[in-house]
């Protein structure tokens, strides 16, 4: 079985990213290549695996869905008991990684995270689907549970309390977070597995743009 693996590999041919390339700015050059995977109409191009680390190190690494972007940072929304929720309580740092294969691109961002706040929370829980905002009263996420029907029954209790069409509250333990990145790498793939590395890392009061070894 290893040896297939071992013999997969792909050649990456779409040419070097250098400096002059770079958009002025983390923000502008992340929305540009946001914006490219979206229009080339890649799945999910939001879809983010975001790791997390316990207080004592234990790692853990799941995908989530980027909804907010802008110079503070990058937003996603969650169940705040989660697991990933607990351990950024605990331990307030994450790495996110954003995988384009078909453009043979990724952007990995490092830093803080913070809450959101709860006008930003409220007006984003707002615009799901009133499915959605039932599923995440319904999921007491990450925790065990004894079937799915349990989740289902407590699904269809809610949907008799907040019939479709009805306002769904957002729940306390449900909210934002925001990943204040300290740096951020923009990787291109490149034949011969020279690929392109460049990052803009945060030092004090301003941003540097580096070049990374492949």
């Known amino acids: 079985m290893s040896d297939w693996l071992a013999d997969m590999r792909s050649s990456y041919e779409p040419g070097h990213f250098d400096l002059d390339d770079l958009e002025p700015t983390w ?20 879809a983010m695996v975001l790791a997390t680390a316990a207080a004592d190190g234990t790692p853990a690494a799941r ?6 972007l802008d110079e503070r940072g990058l937003v996603f929304f969650t ?11 605990e331990n307030p740092r994450a790495s996110v990684a954003f995988t384009w294969l078909e453009l043979q691109r990724q952007i990995r961002a490092d830093g803080v995270v913070e809450k959101v706040n709860d006008d930003e929370a409220d007006a984003y829980f707002a615009t799901r689907p009133h499915g959605s905002k039932l599923g995440a009263l319904a999921s007491p996420q990450s925790q065990v549970v004894e079937s799915r029907a349990e989740i289902e029954k407590a699904y269809s209790e809610l949907a008799e309390r907040y019939p479709d069409g009805s306002d769904v509250p957002r729940p306390d333990w449900w909210g934002g977070l925001r990943l204040v990145p300290g740096e951020i790498e923009f990787w291109q793939g490149h034949p011969d597995r020279l690929h392109d590395r460049l990052r803009f890392r945060h030092t004090v009061g301003e941003w540097v743009v580096e070049r990374l070894a492949p």
Do not use: D, F, I
């Open 27 to 46: 923000l502008a050059q992340m929305e540009a290549w946001l914006g490219e995977a979206q229009a080339r109409k890649l799945p999910e191009p939001n």
């Open 79 to 89: 169940n705040l008991e989660s697991r990933k929720g607990r351990e950024l309580a």
């Open 63 to 68: 995908t989530v869905l980027l909804k907010g």
